[in-house]
């Protein structure tokens, strides 16, 4: 046994370490299309102590390490590009605590979406969380590291918005503390009124620190929810219909969804619209708002609600919402892979073009799905596409297409959302200079030896 | 399926069987005096009607709201809905929102994807709706299933007159006539008005021919409960029936209601919406004019519902039932389709009661 594996084993004990072919196979890839790169261990830590000793332990030994949650990031953000010790944070999913007044929980790094919903749902019926539509094994820490979106961000942003506080296992080895916390007993800011340093940390891909503990902002969940979807054949009237519905203030989430199959979509654009009330008087009132902003198009034809019925309307209210992962296996093979970057509503009609024509043009299976973040501010919208994993030139076809949004989202004032190492390169490229130079002194003051998630943020 | 099984019998243009005259002497003008959503009396009733004969512009081509009911309102056997359909096409008017009807129209494209059962000379028609396969069961249907078709091969398309599209009828229609002659079926039993209708009055008015024979499903079931009369243990509650709009396009079925409700010992509550006078589930203005209407619609049929004390709503389609079941449930009333109310007279357990 080599000496760091035996390091490792004394620190989280023999079940949780391994450098074994089929464990180190696993954990070379991710769901998506990035190639896969081997570490060389694979830890499974329960304690913040723990994970301090592998920092210490991979700092002594200049070992690279990458912090991994469920690896549904897709873009290869979990892959070990330069071996060392992937560290699965599965093993702390604990919800520490819930503040129900003050409308926040605790919970370790490793606490999955899932987790923590059906805890909120059978002991805080009262209160919620931004659930993003991935698989419910995703975690909160990993999902607010990549700046995620869910239910609520039409409401109140990108879900790292909604984060409370950080507890961080810094490269050095160091706790810190990031928020009220830093001070106080109590989590309920990231920085506010003090410098916010969660900056530091969120976006980063673990590339400066390890979240240990996320505090997360809860919200009231109402008694009802309700959907109802929007057609139009008119791409372009989009974000105006979006500015409509945004300054309703009544909408819980939107998403925008446009596809050719089944048939029943061909064709059109579909506004999903998510509502929550109380009481039935409330969504009704709601509604009636809601079907009232967009009166104007109605009455010029040009779009209108259509009809859900009661099957398509409970697939819609899931939470996640499972048939984004169907979609996943649309090719058979389950390979499903998107390109989601961050830009302004108003480009929804080009970004929707540019996806048919790249699907036409590598001949792929295709959907959009946008969401939108805040009161219109912007929006993620997804350029999706499936493929069999078993048909290696349909892989090399999506990727191809990916390649090529990634040079359109840029053109179009676009940024990219969990980008690839490629992506992060084109990013870093186009950047201000000077914004670059910050992050590389950050980088650099963070992690001197550039053993955390490396590759990522960094100039080859 | 074959090439000809999609293509069908293109080229089989088809005009509109209308008599003006009828029109020109008609003494009440009751396709639009009773009309429940355009307020005219008799004289501008016939003065639109012949502007829409003429080809000119009327009101009514902007202001009907599509609830079919004219169909049954004139009693002369002309066909003034068909003829504003046709109108409304020709000018370019549209009804609905273009997003909303060319949904409607991809999801009635065939596409391969039709089932058949175990066809006999008699079968049972589901149009394109696969739950009514949940529905048909039990000894009601024991002599004919599974002797059944669905999908869109066999779908009727008189949908799109709520869409003022006549030309993807005329298109459809004689392919799906066709499609179904070659199953080799002589009767079929038709599980939705609009199907029914499709065969019985849109196509004859369009001068299309049918093969076959055609039956509602309203007809099949009192038989058939005639025949399981002795097995029948009268159900006693209070229901209040909710009508298509499809049903005006077949007026002379709806008497089976009653027939059906007396039968299996149902107090059929006498209230204001009912009959000629029944308001449309709503489902179909929302889509095409949003909220006011179709909730306007809504609230009157079920506080009407509510006040005559009706326990249960019965449906006879699934759109409606789809539309109004969680409000009227809400309401204290039950939701359950005509079906399973029979089948519970004969002591069988309903799929859908109280969903
Ligand atoms: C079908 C499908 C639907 C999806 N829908 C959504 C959606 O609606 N909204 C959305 O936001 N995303 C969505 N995603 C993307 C993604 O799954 C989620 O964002 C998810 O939350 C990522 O979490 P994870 O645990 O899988 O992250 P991982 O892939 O494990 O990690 C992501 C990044 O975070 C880093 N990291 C992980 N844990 C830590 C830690 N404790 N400390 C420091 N760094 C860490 C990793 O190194 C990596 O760089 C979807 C994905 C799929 C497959």
Request: proline share 5%.
């Amino acid at each position: 046994m080599s000496d760091i594996n035996r390091s490792l084993t004394e620190i989280v004990g023999e079940h949780y370490v391994s450098n074994q072919p089929e464990e180190l196979y696993f954990y070379a890839r991710d769901p998506g299309l990035m190639p896969p790169h081997k570490p060389d261990y694979v830890v499974v830590p329960k304690t913040v102590e723990e994970i301090q000793k592998i920092v210490r332990l991979a700092n002594q030994n200049k070992i690279p390490i990458v912090p991994m949650g469920a690896g549904m990031a897709l873009t290869g953000l979990v892959i070990p590009l330069r071996g060392g010790i992937v560290i699965d944070m599965k093993r702390m999913n604990k919800i520490i605590e819930v503040n129900e007044k003050a409308r926040y929980v605790i919970v370790e790094g490793g606490t999955s979406h899932g987790l923590l919903k059906s805890y909120l749902d059978k002991n805080y019926p009262r209160l919620r969380h931004s659930i993003p539509d991935s698989p419910a094994t995703a975690t909160i820490a990993a999902n607010v590291m990549i700046h995620g979106q869910g239910r609520l961000t039409q409401q109140y942003g990108f879900n790292s918005d909604m984060v409370a506080g950080l507890e961080v296992v810094l490269p050095s080895g160091d706790i810190c503390k990031i928020g009220s916390c830093s001070l106080s007993p109590d989590w309920f800011s990231k920085g506010a009124p003090l410098p916010d340093l969660s900056g530091l940390f969120l976006g980063w891909f673990g590339a400066t620190g390890i979240i240990t503990k996320v505090a997360l902002k809860l919200y009231p969940r109402k008694r009802m929810r309700d959907v109802e979807i929007f057609v139009t054949d008119r791409g372009n009237l989009v974000p105006d219909i979006i500015y409509e519905l945004t300054h309703t203030e009544m909408v819980e989430d939107i998403n925008i969804f446009t596809q050719p199959l089944p048939m029943i979509f061909k064709d059109n654009h579909h506004i999903t619209i998510f509502m929550t009330g109380d009481t039935d008087e409330e969504l009704e009132f709601k509604k009636k708002l809601i079907f009232g902003a967009l009166d104007r198009f109605i009455k010029g034809k040009d779009g209108g609600f259509m009809s859900v019925g009661l099957a398509m309307k409970q697939t819609l209210l899931e939470m996640p919402q499972r048939s984004v992962s169907r979609f996943a296996d649309v090719k058979k093979g389950g390979g499903f892979e998107y390109s989601g970057p961050i830009l302004l509503v108003e480009r929804y009609l080009g970004c929707t073009r540019k996806l048919v024509e790249l699907a036409s043009k590598y001949d792929l299976a295709y959907s959009a799905m946008a969401r939108i973040i805040g009161r219109g501010h912007c929006m993620m919208f997804g350029f999706s596409f499936t493929f069999n994993r078993a048909d290696p030139d349909m892989m090399d076809r999506v990727r191809k297409a990916l390649q090529e949004v990634s040079d359109y989202a840029l053109v179009v004032g676009g940024v990219f959302w969990k980008p690839t190492i490629e992506e992060q390169r084109m990013a870093i490229e186009k950047m201000d200079p000077n914004t670059w130079n910050l992050m590389k002194m950050i980088k650099k003051n963070l992690d001197p030896d550039g053993i955390m998630n490396p590759g990522n943020w960094e100039v080859a | 399926m074959n090439d000809r099984m999609l293509k069908g019998v293109r080229g089989n243009m088809t005009t509109l069987k209308f008599d003006e005259d009828l029109c020109k002497t008609c003494p009440t003008g009751a396709c639009l005096v009773k009309c429940q959503y355009i307020d005219v009396g008799k004289d501008e009733a016939k003065e639109e009607m012949l502007k829409i004969i003429k080809g000119e512009d009327s009101i009514v081509l902007d202001d009907c709201v599509t609830c079919y009911a004219c169909e049954e309102y004139c009693k002369r056997g002309n066909h003034p809905f068909y003829l504003i359909t046709q109108r409304r096409e020709d000018k370019g008017i549209l009804t609905a929102p273009r997003a909303i009807t060319r949904q409607w129209i991809n999801i009635g494209e065939p596409r391969g994807k039709y089932k058949l059962g175990e066809m006999k000379e008699k079968a049972l028609s589901f149009g394109f709706m696969a739950q009514f396969l949940e529905l048909v069961k039990g000894r009601l249907f024991e002599d004919v299933m599974p002797s059944y078709f669905f999908g869109q091969e066999y779908f009727c398309n008189v949908v799109y007159i709520h869409f003022a599209n006549t030309s993807i009828i005329k298109e459809r229609l004689p392919m799906v006539i066709d499609n179904i002659k070659k199953l080799g079926v002589k009767e079929v039993v038709f599980m939705h008005d609009e199907c029914y209708a499709a065969f019985t009055s849109l196509a004859p008015a369009f001068g299309m021919e049918v093969p076959f024979k055609s039956v509602h499903y309203f007809e099949y079931l009192y038989n058939r409960l005639q025949e399981l009369r002795d097995e029948i243990r009268p159900v006693g509650v209070k229901v209040a029936y909710q009508r298509p709009c499809s049903s005006r396009l077949c007026p002379d079925t709806h008497h089976y209601v009653e027939d059906i409700m007396k039968l299996i010992g149902v107090d059929l509550v006498d209230r204001t919406y009912q009959g000629e006078n029944a308001l449309c589930c709503g489902s179909i203005f929302r889509m095409m004019y949003g909220y006011e209407l179709a909730h306007d619609v809504q609230r009157r049929n079920i506080d009407d519902m509510v006040a005559h004390g009706a326990e249960y709503c019965v449906f006879n389609c699934h759109g409606c039932q789809d539309a109004l079941a969680t409000e009227i449930a809400k309401r204290g009333i039950k939701p359950i389709h005509i079906v399973d109310l029979c089948r519970m007279a004969i002591g069988e357990e309903p799929e859908t009661e109280g969903e």
